[in-house]
């Protein structure tokens, strides 16, 4: 069996699975429900038809790009390193910072690439269970840190699946008491209004990671980038791999931070959608609704499993944890168009009174 040349301690590994079916309203990933601006849409298409320059290799440190990063996040460029996506980033911090055999701190639910990428790296993922409202527990982290010396520490703010925040405080106090490797991902941060970005660089071992894919639109570019001090950067920037961010990406990205405007007129539209489903929902007999500073809302329901699958019957794709013991009577919900979120709450209104009957 091909298993066999596979390495030992990954023969039993799970991977990560993405939804792959057919849908009408696909509210489980997360993403963005607005596609690229007109205006963005018609420089790119400009552009391509002018000179390309795509028979050669991309801009190797994205020079451009982390400019007007840096710009947009009150930091300087060194301190900005691009990746293929979020999951690209936290894939070369694990071989940059932890050896084999090495312990990664990782909240549990959370994103669950915490722990693939550390045991694909080699490390050891020890995971840190988020309290019966999936709050943070830092008592369980600080006591996770003298039991097992981890070479890093790994939160989510605001977290995924459960959309809550972790205080600025909390993190610093962390960061100034420990001397590992702290990655706070703020995929959401957009949709929360509250970002370490600015701070961190004051930190030597506080590492922010930020993607194009959800307050931006680009999920389908693979667009993320984190920033930390100059010094941190320059040792990530050893393991990053040169020409990981291709062209196309890098300019869309570049095009769509100068059409901020925008950007903050549909994270407005978001926010305010999400405050109306959350409202609906709340509402609902047999729906636990989770408060959420994201672009998604977690809800409990009986038997999740059958009621995303009779949603999808209807072709609303939603995000099941069938698998997740903490997580499996939960569904996430992206929050999408108003059409959207209304013909979701509709029919998830008439499943649940056809199950009572």
């Known amino acids: 069996m091909m298993k066999e040349f596979l390495r030992e301690d990954l023969r039993d590994f799970q991977p990560y699975q993405a939804n792959d079916v057919e849908y009408l309203i696909k509210l489980d990933a997360n993403e963005s429900p607005f596609d690229l601006p007109d205006c963005v849409k018609k420089q790119l298409a400009f552009e391509l038809m002018g000179k390309s320059d795509f028979n050669r290799?991309?801009?190797?440190?994205?020079?451009?790009?982390?400019g007007a990063i840096a710009e947009a996040c009150g930091v300087d460029r060194e301190e900005v390193v691009l990746g293929n996506g979020s999951d690209e980033l936290i894939q070369i911090l694990v071989h940059a910072f932890i050896n084999k055999g090495e312990v990664a701190l990782c909240p549990v639910p959370s994103f669950v690439m915490y722990k693939i990428c550390t045991q694909i790296g080699g490390g050891i993922?020890?995971?840190?269970?988020?309290?019966?409202?999936?709050?943070?527990?830092?008592?369980?982290?600080y006591k996770a840190i003298e039991e097992y010396n981890p070479k890093m520490i790994f939160l989510c703010s605001p977290n995924n699946p459960t959309g809550n925040t972790l205080s600025e405080q909390e993190i610093i106090k962390l960061a100034e008491g420990y001397r590992g490797v702290i990655v706070v991902d703020e995929a959401y941060c957009e949709f929360s209004g509250g970002s370490l970005s600015k701070r961190i660089v004051r930190y030597p071992n506080i590492i922010v990671l930020r993607t194009f894919s959800k307050a931006m639109g680009l999920a389908g570019l693979r667009i993320g980038y984190l920033i930390c001090n100059k010094d941190l950067a320059l040792q990530i920037n050893k393991v990053k791999p040169p020409y990981n961010l291709n062209r196309f990406s890098q300019r869309a990205a570049v095009l769509m931070l100068k059409n901020q405007d925008i950007i903050k007129e549909r994270i407005r539209y978001i926010i305010k959608q999400r405050e109306e489903l959350y409202r609906q929902l709340n509402g609902m007999a047999k729906v636990r609704t989770f408060?959420?500073?994201?672009?998604?809302?977690?809800?409990?329901?009986?038997?999740?499993?059958?009621?995303?699958?009779?949603?999808?019957?209807?072709?609303?794709?939603?995000?099941?944890?069938?698998?997740?013991?903490?997580?499996k009577d939960c569904l996430r919900i992206t929050v999408g168009l108003e059409e959207e979120n209304r013909s979701f709450v509709r029919e998830l209104r008439r499943i649940l009174k056809e199950e009572r009957q």
Not at 57 to 66: F, N, S, T, V
């Open 57 to 66: 290799y991309p801009d190797p440190g994205g020079r451009e790009l982390r």
């Open 125 to 141: 993922a020890v995971e840190i269970p988020l309290d019966e409202n999936f709050e943070y527990q830092m008592d369980a982290y």
């Open 291 to 327: 408060p959420s500073q994201a672009n998604f809302l977690l809800i409990q329901v009986p038997d999740a499993d059958r009621i995303a699958k009779r949603l999808l019957d209807e072709g609303i794709l939603v995000r099941g944890f069938q698998r997740d013991s903490r997580l």
